[in-house]
Antibody, heavy 122, light 107 residues
Framework: EVQLVESGGVVVQPGGSLRLSCAAS????????MHWVRQAPGKGLEWVSL????????YYADSVKGRFTISRDNSKNSLYLQMNSLRAEDTALYYC???????????????WGQGTLVTVSS | SYELTQPLSVSVALGQTARITCGGN??????VHWYQQKPGQAPVLVIY???NRPSGIPERFSGSNSGNTATLTISRAQAGDEADYYC??????????FGGGTKLTVL
């Protein structure tokens, strides 16, 4: 059974930093691209970032480019999101999601975690 | 950047057919995916590449895509189908684009 478990969400002040983690199990982690998708309270889904199976390719939404960094450790079956210079508008539930392809060249999400809540507030 | 437009809400009588649209410029040339999100839960993929159902998704869910509109069709709607539905495509400039979401109400 595929499982994705996010962690690391907390309340952080504007301008602060945070690292989210996603622990994957139930599939061969290093065969697949992975994503972060977020959802602000009461709002729709917003794609954040994509990383290819080997970490060689990464992509970001314009809203986070230059502030967030996606990475993965295939030896630990883990996905990460380093979030810097956080803003109030980054407040959201952050989901880790699996892509059914290795490169994420035609991305979609076949499995999702339950999310971890990030609140940016003073 | 590419944009997807969905109606905010759709209502359907119990047992009838619901159709949720997703509009985009020449969306028929793209692969459209649909997600169902029930309150307090993570999204679930219900249709991929326009009209394909993942395993475990009822045959009542179907999809089509042509011209400037993609459509998710839910036949014989059930109370358990009440949820928010999102369409999604890949775009070369934006990578991943989601529609704004449609709240389905089963009356």
């Amino acid at each position: 059974e595929v499982q994705l478990v996010e962690s690391g969400g907390v309340v952080v002040q504007p301008g602060g930093s945070l690292r989210l983690s996603c622990a994957a199990s139930g599939f061969t982690f290093d065969d697949y691209a992975m994503h972060w998708v977020r959802q602000a309270p009461g709002k729709g889904l917003e794609w954040v970032s994509l990383i290819s199976w080997d970490g060689g390719s990464t992509y970001y939404a314009d809203s986070v480019k230059g502030r967030f960094t996606i990475s993965r450790d295939n030896s630990k079956n883990s996905l990460y999101l380093q979030m810097n210079s956080l803003r109030a508008e980054d407040t959201a539930l952050y989901y880790c999601a699996k892509d059914p392809s290795s490169g994420g060249t035609a991305p979609r999400f076949d499995y999702w975690g339950q999310g971890t809540l990030v609140t940016v507030s003073s | 950047s590419y944009e997807l437009t969905q109606p905010l809400s759709v209502s359907v009588a119990l047992g009838q057919t619901a159709r949720i649209t997703c509009g985009g410029n020449n969306i028929g040339s793209k692969n459209v995916h649909w997600y169902q999100q029930k309150p307090g839960q993570a999204p679930v993929l219900v249709i991929y590449r326009d009209s394909n159902r993942p395993s475990g998704i009822p045959e009542r869910f179907s999809g089509s895509n042509s011209g400037n509109t993609a459509t998710l069709t839910i036949s014989r709607a059930q109370a358990g189908d009440e949820a928010d539905y999102y369409c999604q495509v890949w775009d070369s400039s934006t990578v991943v684009v989601f529609g704004g979401g449609t709240k389905l109400t089963v009356l």
